[in-house]
């Protein structure tokens, strides 16, 4: 039964509701990836707006009343939310999701449903307290406070915020999934992570001097050029230019 806009089913789970709406803003994210892609398009501080006129708007619509549906319900709209931040900012599917919503800067679902903390703004508090009681918070000190980023054409913006998040598609993680038969180095033996990439490869060390001459420092950390690439235009495009010439992404 459909009672304005919403469907209620006689033991209240709201399944028929969610399965609605999710289809619809799945429909909506199919649109919107016309908008941009991995290569092409818009920015992602844009398509974060979009993503949140179109879709956040028929996602959380009556959430006071099907707030009291079971997670298990609320799942397929989790499910939803995710891929339209993965969509947004460029994120490969293997983004741990508390650092894709520290990227973005969103809050998880189960929290924006409660709307008393949306409507009292208390969404930036909120989704720091989450990020922090993460078990990625020490790896990745320097989000979210990287995630006002300058605005570059999207490839580029896509490779920093990868680097950021540690989800360039190197050999550890393309293991991981299923991609790779080994995580470790060709040249060096050990675990190709994005840290091994960016601080210790061999195979790399002279774009390494390169990117060391043109930032004037000795020592890398992996922390500091994250943060420093989004606010610095020479160390930014240095770092770009580092990420290019590997010509594995
Ligand atoms: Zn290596």
């Known amino acids: 039964m459909k009672v304005l806009g919403i ?15 999710a289809k619809k803003a799945l429909k909506r994210l199919g649109y919107l990836r016309a908008l941009g892609g991995s290569y092409w398009g818009a920015n992602t501080v844009h398509l974060l707006r979009l ?15 099907t707030s009291y549906a079971g997670s298990t319900s609320w799942r397929k709209l989790k499910v939803v ?7 947004a900012a460029g994120l490969p599917r293997w983004t741990p999701i508390p650092v894709m919503l520290a990227e973005t800067g969103e809050i998880r679902l189960r ?3 409660d709307l008393r903390k949306v409507i009292f703004r208390v969404q930036a508090d909120q989704g720091r307290i989450q990020w922090e009681s993460t078990k990625y918070f020490r790896s990745f000190t320097h989000l979210p406070k990287t995630t006002k980023t300058q605005l570059l054409p999207r490839r580029k913006e896509i490779l920093l915020t990868r680097l950021r998040t540690r989800s360039l598609p190197t050999k550890a993680i393309l293991f991981k999934v299923g991609l790779e038969s080994s995580p470790l180095c060709r040249q060096c033996g050990i675990v190709d992570s994005n840290d091994h990439l960016l601080l210790t490869c061999n195979v790399f060390e002279q774009l390494r001097n390169n ?3 043109s930032l004037g420092i000795g020592a890398f950390h992996y922390d500091w050029i ?21 010509n594995l992404f």
């Open 111 to 113: 929290d924006r449903k």
């Open 7 to 21: 469907f209620f089913s006689a033991n209240l789970s709201f399944n028929c509701h969610f399965n609605y709406v």
């Open 51 to 65: 993503v949140n006129a179109c879709i956040r708007s028929i996602r959380e619509f009556g959430a006071e009343v």
């Open 81 to 87: 939310h995710h891929n339209c931040l993965l969509f």
């Open 226 to 246: 994250c943060t420093i690439s989004t606010f610095n235009r020479r160390v930014c495009s240095a770092v770009l230019h580092f990420l290019q010439s590997t």
């Open 211 to 213: 990117l060391g001459a």
